[in-house]
């Protein structure tokens, strides 16, 4: 069983790398929209696992995104940042019961699952666009970058998510 | 010593969240005022393969297109070669004072605030740092790092980027900067107000510089203001070169850069 949890981590974590810097890098949509989809990895991963090594994968995920699109480490101090503050956001989305044996993902209803995604997506491209523009004279590009760009995000991450979901209706 | 330990028990994840966050934090402000980071640049063996391996398919897609380019370049050229006065059919290279090498973009970007192209010539094919990169039309960027097999590239839309440029026709000089707003306009800063200018004025490159030959075409002038000193124009370019379309490249060696660069640093350590 860890085992297979571990093996599917790893070829999300893999896919997720690739589709990030083959294609959403080079979307260009608008001339600037490229989504960051591989923010999925810390939304999809599981809740019940060890909180550091957690951080510690994060922390691989956005150096390998970094690596290949030339961005110092901004893309690092992101996912880290939205890896260690996923359960202070799961508690405030699903409140007390996530820390239940049984509580899962799929489980809970498609208004928080958008919450929740939506604020790390805002963590995450906040943090992301801060580093990038590093000047709060520009405030108003920050602000208007993440809302834009997480806007385009969210929306292809809700696809992915329903593409791959494994929930028989 | 009991309760130290215990916070740091206590907090471990905090802590290493502190860490890992510097490790970043280190990586993005450790680079040179000017230069991207030595670790972290996509100029290395992994990423380098893979964006050639996936140019290999993409690059099917535009060939007809890339053939058509490069035929208008050669018949340009060839009309240039034989319009000379002093045509030889092989030039003197001893006397040469740049050296053209040529090659592919396997990795572009230009949506950023700091944007690097990666190509498919490094140290292996003679690439060092501070050589210029051109397309046929225009300029594109400056070799930034090389590995064996790749090289990046610090496009001309990056706002670390400062290259020496000059209007063609007055030989005014400033810097060529970029405001990160549009991928199609650059801006040409620290001209004085007397130079004469106007709408449509070619702007090249100018001779300041060891890294471009002079006359290289960048683009021309769309827009021009006086800045906040009103002493100096600040003036919008719109480029020649289409940069979210850049497949052939020409690297640009200075032959002679060694001996400028020499020559200026004794200079420098004489006025002391």
């Given amino acids: ?47 019940k696992e060890n909180r550091s090594t957690f951080l510690i994968i994060s922390f691989l995920l956005g150096l390998c995104v970094d690596i290949f699109s030339d961005t110092l480490a901004i893309n690092t101090a992101a996912s880290v940042t939205i890896a260690y503050f996923r359960p202070v956001l799961m508690r405030f989305v699903f409140g007390v019961n996530y820390e239940f044996q049984s509580f899962k993902l799929n489980n809970s209803t498609k208004a928080q699952q958008i919450t929740f995604l939506a604020l790390l997506i805002v963590i ?30 969210l929306i292809l991450c809700l696809l992915l998510i329903s593409l791959f979901s494994t929930k028989k209706e | 010593m009991q309760q130290i330990i215990n916070f740091l028990i206590r907090y471990k994840t905090f802590l290493l969240y502190l860490l890992l966050l510097l490790i970043s934090f280190v990586f993005t402000f450790q680079s ?41 370049e050669n018949e340009v050229l ?59 039309k225009g300029i594109l960027g400056i070799v930034e790092n090389t590995s064996n097999g790749f090289a990046s590239v610090q496009s001309i839309l990056n706002d670390k980027s400062k290259i020496n440029a000059k209007i063609k026709n007055s030989n005014h000089f400033g810097s060529l900067v970029w405001d990160t707003k549009k991928y199609t ?36 002038i769309s827009k021009f203001d006086l800045d906040s000193s009103k002493s100096f124009y600040f003036i919008d370019i719109a480029l020649f070169n289409d940069m979210t379309n850049v497949k052939n490249v020409y690297i640009i060696q200075d032959l002679n850069r060694a001996e400028v660069l020499e020559l200026e640093a004794e200079t420098q350590t004489d006025d002391r």
Avoid: C
């Avoid at chain 2, 060939?63 to 208008?72: D, P």
């Fill in chain 1, 124 to 153: 995450h491209h906040l943090t992301y666009f801060t580093l990038e523009i590093f000047s709060f004279a520009n405030g108003s590009l920050i602000v208007q970058k993440t809302l834009i760009i997480g806007l385009a995000t």
């Fill in chain 2, 32 to 72: 040179h005022s000017y230069h991207q980071s030595k670790f972290l640049n996509s100029a290395n063996y992994i990423s380098g393969s893979l964006y050639a391996f996936s140019d290999n398919f993409t690059s099917y897609f535009a060939l007809r297109e890339e053939n058509e380019a490069l035929l208008k």
């Fill in chain 2, 185 to 220: 306009t650059v801006q040409l800063i620290d001209i004085p107000r007397l130079a004469p200018l106007s709408i449509g004025d070619t702007i090249v490159t100018g001779a300041m510089s060891s890294i471009f030959p002079e006359n290289i075409p960048i683009g021309t």
């Fill in chain 2, 78 to 136: 060839r009309h240039q070669l034989y319009n000379q006065e002093s045509y030889a059919a092989s030039p003197d290279s001893s006397k040469a004072a740049y050296k053209v090498l040529r090659g592919k973009v396997v990795k572009n970007s230009f949506s950023g605030q700091r944007n690097y192209i990666t190509i498919d010539q490094g140290k292996s094919d003679s690439i060092a740092q501070d050589m210029g990169v051109i397309t046929d």
């Fill in chain 1, 1 to 47: 069983m860890i085992g297979n949890s571990f093996f599917i981590n790893a070829l999300r974590f893999t896919l997720l790398v690739l589709v990030q810097v083959l294609v959403f890098n080079r979307l260009d949509f608008f001339g600037f929209i490229n989504p960051m989809i591989y923010v999925l990895f810390v939304y999809w991963y599981p809740i």
